[in-house]
């Protein structure tokens, strides 16, 4: 294989996930991101426009001045599964950027394993909207979240 040729995304991360990625494989996003590397989120599933993302949440960590574990890191999850789930949409030249995010919480967590099931709703040309369900690893919702995505391409992709 020609480690030089960078994968499709999709390709890429589909390999890294059964651990059939080569030594030197790259694609043209970063992967894993920085912010996923910091906060210990683990790719478990990937599609087109669809990306699961897992988390040991644990309020002694992530935890707000209530005790639990704070909104902002649930919505950095979701977020994270939400932009790897677009990245599988995106050609070698494009990127993207968040434009909108909105969190429902439901209940909180205090210490669980959480999974951020992010899935496109619409995939539009420019713009296209997704959902993400955090769900506890019993399968009850913790919190749901909506985005809307630009995708961005030419000048507006470069440096990005």
């Given at each position: 294989?020609?480690?030089?040729?960078?994968?499709p995304i999709l390709e890429f991360l589909r390999r890294q996930i059964d651990g059939g990625l080569p030594a030197g494989a790259r694609t043209f996003m970063r992967y894993p991101t920085a912010i996923s590397q910091l906060l210990d989120f683990r790719l478990i599933d990937v599609g087109p426009a669809m990306a699961v993302v897992e988390l040991d949440a644990d309020a002694a960590r992530h935890g707000n001045q209530q005790g639990t574990v704070h909104g902002g890191m649930l919505c950095e999850l979701a977020d994270a599964a939400i932009?790897?789930?677009h990245s599988t949409l995106m050609q070698e030249g494009e990127s993207f950027a968040s434009i909108d995010l909105k969190a429902t919480f439901l209940r909180p967590v205090w210490k669980e394993r959480l999974r951020a099931h992010a899935r496109a709703v619409h995939e539009g040309r420019t713009v296209s909207h997704y959902v993400c369900d955090i769900l506890r690893e019993d399968g009850k919702p913790v919190a749901t979240i909506a985005s809307a995505v630009m995708t961005l391409r030419g000048d507006g992709a470069k440096g990005r």
């Open positions: 294989m020609d480690t030089s040729a960078p994968l932009g790897t789930a």
